[in-house]
């Protein structure tokens, strides 16, 4: 076994481990020199994600192991906030009065009083952020960058009962359409699939307004107008009904497109409806072989005139208890010959209740209603794609169907759940969803079996009681987002729904920070930061600076991280956290999806001076908070999945290290201790069946869902209120939206582009890295810069309207670069959460202020359904940064400066 070989004569050894310098966890060898790491490589042999590739940040992380701005020991602050003063404690001190202090705030102000905010892809340590705010008991973890990270693809929970998979599973695509991705940049290895398969045929369309690496490679790159693509989708949809290229068959079994919408409420028409005594989990449709009404039971998982499937779903319920499978197909899969469900007309129907006659229509007839002004030209005037372009790509969608949809993983504007709406409803009528070539779902109840936890369910996601849930801020007035759909979902799944609560629902940005600002609905006092650099990736800024300034505002803000950063700059504590290099890893599937597959990695170096595990605190938090009250330890789990997951521990912090708790998981789910695991490197779950991959709703007779189908129509946005198929809404800041704003600020601002090298904040403290990208770049097509007196490499000034909080800060620098392909007057900003670890932290906090695009964001400008911001779709103007400008704030990286950045040689830790 090569695993962790021995070391060799000239001190040597290759360490099997897992890179996470972003969320896919790749393989990757790590040879390590006399205790010191030196060297990251790929290798062909260890397949998947990577394929044997390393990319440029598994090579960069030896600097990051090593850099001067590592966090070694316990901080605790000796000046004022941002002031860089610290005093060095031992652990025990830290957690001591960190427990302390966060006792006597719940005992005042209420466990909500505390918020956690989110971050991204780190799937070994992030779920523990998750099990901390468990213990203290608060609902509100996990807001701000989740709100924008994944919501697109997490949010097809709700119609589909899973979130689904780009890629095209088993089968080879014919049409790969992406929406919003720059893939070569955010995800370089899973690109070259997409490449791979391109050169085989498949076609390829990207809708950006700019054209990146990836849509340079394009079949047909679609440059949409920032925040408008749903109305770019409105008017394909209506080119493919009308040209009549959906998916009939698809549709019409698999979906609620024939389902009737009643005319007076806007919700399905249920048996109950029409029916005194009828049920209400009987949905209605037109019958146009009998001219009258029809139902689909999706108890009895039957369409009214064909067999029932009810005793084959039972058994697979059983099996899935079992940790089995089946690849029978459920007798209901077929529709009946006796039944064709309409999908147009409009018909009378008598209720059975008070309301007398009413006029319904199917569902797919109220999309047609919703995309019949969205003409070629209304679309190209509204988004910018040229008519012909609209029709041409609707076309090839169409014929090409099932196509496979990556609807992008974050989509940031204001209109973000309309846009998943539509996104959906491209899905569902070419026939994309769970099939081969299409869309995957990343699990199926109950034909994943049992025994597939991914990375979320180690969450203990539903350890809160509904009524502390539903203090969740936003949980009213974002009701998809933060909170109603929640209470729906669990109603029809019974197993998954906590995977939706750790990934699909959190408390909202902007209700947390007017919380925090006055005190209502409760007040929020304390910040616990997990691996968030949240200074730098959210917006307000200036409103935050605020807010921590004043010690009666924010009472505690703890900030675990590796190295330091302006956030941990503001903190009251800052602890040390270790690397993935320091760690083992059993890894539950990549990406956060249910996998029949588990992987282990090994810890290539110890940990540097005093860094630990965020497990380990976790766990040593709650034992000292136990001190003072048993809750904090012994919080049993509110449900039985979640005690399933918690097996026997049945309180929060199973083992006090994270080698301890792996060890429990690898026992319960692998049969095998963490040891042998590591060596074994992949194991499958033993005895569970393998799920198929795709068309598991034949086996399944039904989606899991509340209707049993895939739900064109949002069901769960007509019972939050909101429309429950796609309807337009103009991002709340655009040239359209605010022409009053838009007089002095013409251009839009899209800000935050992946660029290789970069994970989101992290890595610009790298001297290789900072080599290739010393700057942030600012794309802008030539002719619009000129306008405005730019040139190429000028320094300028990109600068928001000051409404929102935003001021003083509502300006940030970057440097010019030409691109002939990004639509007129947009400003794209290269990145966002770019900070100056070259400079210090009385140096305007390490440069926060100077390239943070999250300071031009303004906050309240929000999704309603969600909360989730508008980052990529606001106003601004440009303007040529003047000498005093530079002189002041020195934007260009020095020698010196990136020498001072240089990996320590040795790990020089104190006593
Ligand atoms: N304008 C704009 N804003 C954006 C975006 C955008 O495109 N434009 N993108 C948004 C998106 S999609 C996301 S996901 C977020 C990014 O949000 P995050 O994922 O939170 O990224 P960072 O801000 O870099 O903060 C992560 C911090 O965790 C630290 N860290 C790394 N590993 C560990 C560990 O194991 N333990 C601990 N304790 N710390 C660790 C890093 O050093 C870093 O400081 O930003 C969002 N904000
Ligand atoms: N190198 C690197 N890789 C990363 C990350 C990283 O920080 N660095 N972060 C990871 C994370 S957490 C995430 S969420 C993913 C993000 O992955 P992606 O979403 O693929 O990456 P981005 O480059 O942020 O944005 C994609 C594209 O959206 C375009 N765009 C902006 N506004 C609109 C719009 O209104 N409509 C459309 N159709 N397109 C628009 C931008 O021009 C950009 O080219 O990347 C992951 N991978
Ligand atoms: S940074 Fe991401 S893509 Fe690159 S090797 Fe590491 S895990 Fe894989
Ligand atoms: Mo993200």
Redesign the pocket.
Known sequence: MENAQATNESGTKKVYAGCRS??LNCPVWVTVKDGRAVKVEGDPKLGPPNMGKACV?ASEAIQFEYSPTRLRYPLKRAGKRGEGKWERISWDQAVEEIAAKIHSMVEEYGAETFVLPGR??RHDMGWVAHRIARTIGTPNNYYGAIQV??LPQFHEHINYGFYTATGGGSAPTNCHVS?????A???PIQTQSIMANKENGTKFIV????Q?VYASKADEWVP?R????VGLIMGMVKVIIEKELYDKDYIVRWSNAPFLVRGDTGALLLESDIVKGGSDKRYMVWDEKENRLKYWDVEEVQWEGGPSGKAHYDHLVELFEQNKTSTEQSPAAELPDSISPALFGEYEVELCTRGGKITCIPAFQMLTNNVEPWTPEHTEFITGVPADQVVRVATMIGTLKPVDINQ??????TNVSQYVNAINVLKIITGSVDVAGGNVLGAFYPVTPHAFPSELDLSWADGLPLEQKRKRLGYYTHRVGCGYAWEEITKWQPIRPQNADGSLLFPDLTTVMEAAETGRPYPVHGIIAISSNWLMHDPTLARWLKLLDDENKIQLHVVTDVVMTPTAEMADYVLPAVTWMERNFLSFGTGGGSSPVHQAFNKAVEPLCEARHDYDFGALLSKELGKYDKRYVEGRLNDEWTNHWAGEYGKFWPADTIDGQRDLLSREFLGMPFDEMLKRRVAKVPGADTPPSTERYLIAGKFPTDTGKANLFSTIHQKCGYPPLPVYVEPAESPLSRPDLAEEYPLVG?Y?????????SEFRQLPWTREMTRTPDVFINPETAARYGVKEGDWIWVEAPPTGGRAPYNRIMGKVSFRFMVAPDVV?YSQHAWWRPEKSATDDLHGAFEWNAEALIEVENNCPETGSGGY??QLCRIYKATDEDIARYQPEITREQLEALMPMTTEECEA
């Open positions: 972003c969320h940040r991204t892809g990270c994944y929406f919003s991705a720059e893939q940049y955010a995800w809708v950006d307004p700019v990146g949409v920032p925040g408008t693509d992008g993983m974050q989509y940031m504007s899209s935050g582009k992946r660029q290789p090298g970069f994970f989101h794209s990529r779709s």
